[in-house]
């Protein structure tokens, strides 16, 4: 059993998905709604809720009421427009994220893990794109659990199957809705600012602009000392 969990959130933290996100969100509503004008923001009350909590949160912008089986299908053709993109221009990892995780991994006391509340279809996806090594971790999605963030238990479960306690782990995410899971799973949080500005971040332990910002020492540091680091 390992000392310490490293629990890694996938779309704005693994790589740049969002502008995607959007992207196949935006055209969905225009194929299937006939709505135009939809913007990359609309998105934001809906980031890491899952997909339905993505798509439902852009049509709440725009007045448009949707039923649960609109929702579904809007979910499916943006998933498939998401996939399509990714195949024709593969994402690479953000900076610092590989060799955070070889650092984690290379010392021996880190369980790594992969918690998010995406599908594993999408996820896997931009795993691989992204050349993250997720078969030998821990590897949580939305599908595995019953309530989206920022209930915990998606951070609840990735601790759980890692072995390792939740209050020593360290959840990275680029989300408030996030951020707010991984603190009330009882984690440390690094929130990146790769999809919100650090003012909305402030809730997390450590805010950053780049996990190339963030080194093994760093991790170990914020779990041992249990304080709130510099806020940048």
Do not use: W
């Not at 135009?36 to 609309?42: A, E, I, M, T, W």
């Not at 439902?56 to 998401?82: C, I, N, P, W």
């Amino acid at each position: 059993m390992s000392e310490y969990g490293l629990i890694f959130d996938v779309d704005g933290v693994i790589a740049d998905t969002e502008a995607v996100n959007a992207q196949a969100s935006i055209e969905m509503f225009e194929e299937l709604f006939g709505l135009n004008g939809v913007k990359r923001r609309d998105f934001e009350a809906g980031l890491g809720r899952g997909a339905a909590a993505y798509v439902r949160a852009a049509a709440k912008v725009h007045g448009l009421k949707l039923t649960d089986k609109q929702v579904e299908d809007a979910t499916k053709m943006r998933q498939e427009k998401f996939l399509a993109m990714l195949e024709n221009q593969p994402l690479p990892a953000f900076a610092g994220v590989l060799e955070l995780m070889q650092a984690a991994t290379a010392r021996g006391d880190f369980s790594l893990a992969i918690a998010t509340s995406s599908t594993r279809q999408k996820s896997q996806a931009v795993l691989k794109s992204a050349q993250v090594p997720y078969r030998q971790m821990t590897y949580i999605t939305g599908s595995d659990i019953k309530h989206k963030k920022p209930d915990p238990e998606l951070f609840l479960t990735a601790a759980r199957q890692a072995g390792v306690d939740p209050r020593r782990c360290v959840v990275i995410e680029d989300a408030p809705n996030g951020v707010a899971a991984a603190k009330a799973a009882g984690c440390k949080c690094i929130a990146v600012t790769n999809s919100t500005t650090a003012e909305k971040l402030t809730d997390a332990d450590l805010v950053v602009d780049s996990l190339a910002e963030v080194n093994i020492e760093r991790v170990l540091t914020l779990l041992k000392s249990g304080q709130v680091d510099e806020i940048y």
